[in-house]
């Protein structure tokens, strides 16, 4: 059974650190693109980076750019994301989401249709 659980969110203040991570249950990890999505209540669904676990080849949404590292642990199929510089509207449930078959490997819009499976998700607060 696949499975993906996310942790290391929490509450931390605007300027802080954080990194998340995601343990990868019941598939084989290598041949997948992996994906860190957020949504905060009322917004859409923001995809913010991608690995592609082949080739460890990355992207990231723009309003991140800088901030935030997406890495993998293959041997231990751990996914993490690194964000650094909290602002405020870094605040969002983070996931990680994985996709079979898609070695472009963007989270861009509309791109979250593509990823098969999800975790429940790490809550991330930020006090200002």
């Known amino acids: 059974q696949v499975s993906l659980v996310e942790s290391g969110g929490g509450s931390v203040q605007a300027g802080g650190s954080l990194r998340l991570s995601c343990a990868v249950y019941?598939?084989?990890?290598?041949?997948?693109?992996m994906g860190w999505f957020r949504q905060a209540p009322g917004n859409e669904r923001e995809g913010v980076a991608s690995?592609?676990?082949?080739?460890?080849?990355?992207s990231y949404a723009d309003s991140v750019k800088g901030r935030f590292t997406i890495s993998q642990d293959s041997a231990q199929r751990t996914l993490y994301l690194e964000i650094n510089s909290l602002k405020p509207e870094d605040a969002a449930m983070y996931y990680c989401?994985?996709?079979?078959?898609?070695?472009?490997?963007?989270?861009?819009?509309?791109?979250?249709?593509?990823?098969?499976?999800w975790g429940q998700g790490t809550q991330v607060t930020v006090s200002s």
């Open positions: 019941g598939y084989t990890y290598r041949g997948y693109c």
């Open positions: 989401a994985a996709a079979p078959f898609y070695p472009t490997c963007t989270v861009a819009a509309g791109t979250a249709r593509l990823f098969t499976y």
């Open positions: 690995i592609y676990t082949n080739t460890g080849s990355t």
